[in-house]
């Protein structure tokens, strides 16, 4: 049962939550976070927002107190608390949607592993993370006890990934993996820096953005210990909003660094939090700033309840395309779609490429920075013409004549 609270009280209650809070122990801060009906001690919530507590049909509701700090209690449209609250259309299932969009259950050999990609596998460490993004795509198993992986699990993770030569990556996920105790991500790390054709690991976590402090000295010291010639170790976050760029989220990233562990962001595209090309930009030029680099972003999946998220998928190419030109390269994300039933990953791209007219052996480009048509000439010796698509000579016309205006 939801209680109401004054907007008076709901400061006093913050107040109080965070004096309690040892505010750069991990330990305290996941001791202290908000669960369920508890948000309504600290947001003064909608009627929407209390439906969706009430009736949410995904994971649980979770938040550590220094990520909560970063929301607004009083203004529903405020991105940090969106992520944070669920709201009524988190309730209702429409029937494109389904709790496993990827199909990662399906290609899964052995619990908790997905072999999607010849050479790649996904390790779902463990159901458990610091917040409870309301967009998760894994919340058909993240939050849920019923989800813990034992030691013998992974054990028998590890024992497919021995078996098969050709995985060279392994992404670990969950969950987030750094909510594990240090003990065990050794433990991990030791095991997959044991298997010789193992090459690559990535750490997915969102710690850097909703806890911080839990990426400490000790942690960085057994990432680095694993970090060597035989397995590279490697983290992707994911920052959505301009928001969670902190000082503490900053220092994070930079111990992070120091273990020798390049970080990379992978944002999701989420409907009236970050849908904005100015926002992306503003994103993308603080985690520059932080010294992260832009990985994805991503699509959001069909999963339940997800209507409250969902853009038109032109809304991603329509913010890349902004992006280029106002910021380096190496700051914008691909934007990608991982296809539902298993199809794996593919990136979309504007339309900047014209079509090749062979007579001249010219290509046509847009360009993102003048807005008008560019030309490159084909090699003379080149075989490859036949694959390109063909300008017809009325349209090269015409794409000579506007050149003088933007398209
Ligand atoms: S941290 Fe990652 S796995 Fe956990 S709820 Fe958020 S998106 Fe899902």
Redesign the pocket.
Known sequence: MLSNFSPEEIESNRKDLFSRTIWEDPTSQLAHRVKGNDLSRYFLLTDSEKKGIEETIR?NVSVTPYYLSLSDPFDPHCPIRRMIVPDSRESVFSAEESPDPLEEERLSPVRGLTHMYPGKVLLFSNH??????R?????RK??SPNERMAKEDLELAFDYIRSHQEIEDVVI????PLNLADSRIDWILGELSSIPHVKICRL????P??LPFRVTEELCKIIESHNNDSLSIFCNT?FNHPKECTQEAKAAVLRLLKAGVSVGNQS?LLKGINDDPEIMLSLHKKLLEMRVRAYYLYDPELIPGSRGFRTPLNKGLEIVEYMRGKIAGMGIPSFVNDLPGGGGKITLSPNWYLGYYPKTRQHAFRSALTGKVHYSFEPVDSEEESKYPILEESIWEKLNENNTSRL
């Open positions: 994971l458990s993370c610091s917040v409870y993004c967009h998760c795509m894994r919340g993240v939050s996920s969950g969950g987030d997915g976590t969102r710690n953005v909703t994911q999701v």
